[in-house]
């Protein structure tokens, strides 16, 4: 993650700095995985950019603390814990820090505009798209295409999905 997200952020500073275009005149549209990255930038970099639209979160973000719902999986949690540092001991390497819950990160997004874009048919997709829905407000939307697998929203509603896109960016960059 640490990689994709540095990839990103030299694009960024690129043309920041080659064609003179600040932060605050760029948007980000990840689809699956550049969508996982472009949330794992730190809030001060996501919060510079004039729009994000985020086609396809599937799950919640790697290496996120999960949030146990049963005794099983608490009781995992608290196992597991003590096998990182012998896990490091075995192979040399730090275990990965955990990454901040996307029910963390949305929230933090304040300043651009943010479309979450999700399948209806995706079961997996769907549900944890809906756990976001208590999320969305002020500067932010999430829409269900229901008839859409994972990322296909385009193939099935081509102009639906064309005009919310260019609408949406549209309206970011009016306000910058």
């Known amino acids: 993650v640490e990689s994709h997200t540095g990839d990103l952020m030299a694009a960024v500073d690129f043309l920041n700095n080659n064609a003179g275009i600040k932060r605050n005149h760029m948007a980000v549209l990840g689809l699956s995985l550049g969508a996982y990255i472009t949330l794992n930038l730190n809030t001060r970099d996501l919060n510079q950019f004039a729009a994000?639209?985020?086609?396809g979160l599937r799950g919640e973000n790697f290496r996120a603390?999960?949030?146990?719902n049963t005794i099983s999986e608490y009781?995992?949690?608290i196992l597991m814990k003590p096998l990182n540092p012998i896990g490091?001991?075995?192979?040399?390497?730090?275990?990965?820090?955990?990454?901040?819950?996307?029910?963390?990160?949305?929230?933090?997004?304040?300043?651009p505009k943010l479309m979450l874009v999700a399948s209806g048919l995706d079961t997996k997709e769907n549900?944890?798209?809906?756990?976001f829905v208590p999320l969305i407000k002020d500067n932010k939307q999430?829409?269900?295409?229901e008839n859409s697998w994972h990322i296909g929203g385009l193939l099935v509603a081509e102009d639906e999905y064309r005009n919310r896109m260019l609408a949406f960016f549209d309206a970011a960059f009016a306000e910058h």
């Open 75 to 77: 009781a995992m949690n």
């Open 88 to 111: 490091e001991l075995y192979s040399g390497e730090k275990a990965p820090k955990s990454l901040p819950r996307f029910t963390d990160i949305i929230p933090n997004i304040t300043k």
């Open 142 to 145: 999430i829409w269900f295409i």
């Open 52 to 55: 994000l639209w985020m086609d």
């Open 65 to 68: 603390e999960p949030i146990p």
């Open 127 to 131: 549900a944890i798209n809906k756990s």
